[in-house]
């Protein structure tokens, strides 16, 4: 089973506008990535927050981390047509250094 | 760009013949992975290695074996390619922060 579960899966906004997308997870993490997948195209690292970290902030990114909840949120702020993508977040466990990801949030930010 | 290559990017071929898919990079990292994307599960973790000839099963690892013989290449091989292994496949390389940098994609037909 998945270990990241967004939340919406789907989001519409307007340009200029603010976009929250959340991420539960189901157990103890190193930390939390967010990435982008533009369409046919690889998935891009957007930020990285440590679980002693609970805020993070990136240009017009930020990124809060609830490890009681297990549950993270991902902001972009003043949205562009340029931001439709979608958002994954992945989770890092144990000590392999590999990343679990949850099913992604699909954002369309329209013109 | 991570310095990394996938080939090939596209492949169709029938059901129950040999595929390797190709990963290379330039970076000299030490963490590679295979995941595959399907519509609705996000991305799975095939395989992952930590080193050359360290591998070592990920969630969806039934029906895939990989080799790494040389830290620049980790190939994907499907022994006996099966219509549930028609995906788009993603390699990444794993920086020693956490981060993955993702290929381009090789998207598998299995008719």
């Known amino acids: 089973s998945q270990q990241g579960e967004e939340d919406p899966q789907a989001l519409s906004i307007q340009e200029g506008e603010n976009a929250t997308m959340n991420c539960s997870y189901k157990t103890s993490i190193n930390n939390l990535q967010w990435y982008r997948q533009n369409s046919g195209r690889g998935l891009v690292h957007l930020i990285l927050?440590?679980?002693?970290?609970r805020e993070k902030h990136s240009g017009r990114l930020r990124v809060t981390l609830d490890t009681s909840k297990k549950s993270s949120s991902l902001l972009i702020t003043a949205s562009r047509a340029a931001d439709t993508a979608s958002y994954f977040c992945?989770?890092?466990?144990?000590?392999?250094?590999?990343?679990?990801f949850g099913t992604g949030t699909l954002l369309a930010v329209q013109p | 760009d991570a310095g990394i290559t996938q080939s090939p990017r596209h492949k169709v071929t029938e059901t129950g013949t040999p595929v390797t898919l190709r990963c290379h990079q330039t970076?000299?990292?030490?963490?590679m992975y295979w995941y595959r994307q399907d519509p609705g599960h996000g991305l799975r973790l095939i395989h992952y290695?930590?080193?050359?000839?360290?591998?070592d099963k990920g969630e969806v690892s039934d029906g895939y074996s990989v080799s790494r013989s040389k830290t620049e290449d980790f190939l994907l091989t499907l022994e006996s390619a099966t219509s549930s292994q028609t995906s788009v496949y993603f390699c990444a390389i794993g920086t020693i922060t956490g981060e993955l940098f993702f290929g381009e994609g090789s998207r598998l037909t299995v008719l």
């Open positions: 290695s930590y080193g050359v000839k360290d591998t």
């Open positions: 927050i440590r679980s002693n970290e």
């Open positions: 992945a989770t890092d466990v144990g000590a392999t250094n590999k990343l679990i």
């Open positions: 970076e000299n990292h030490r963490y």
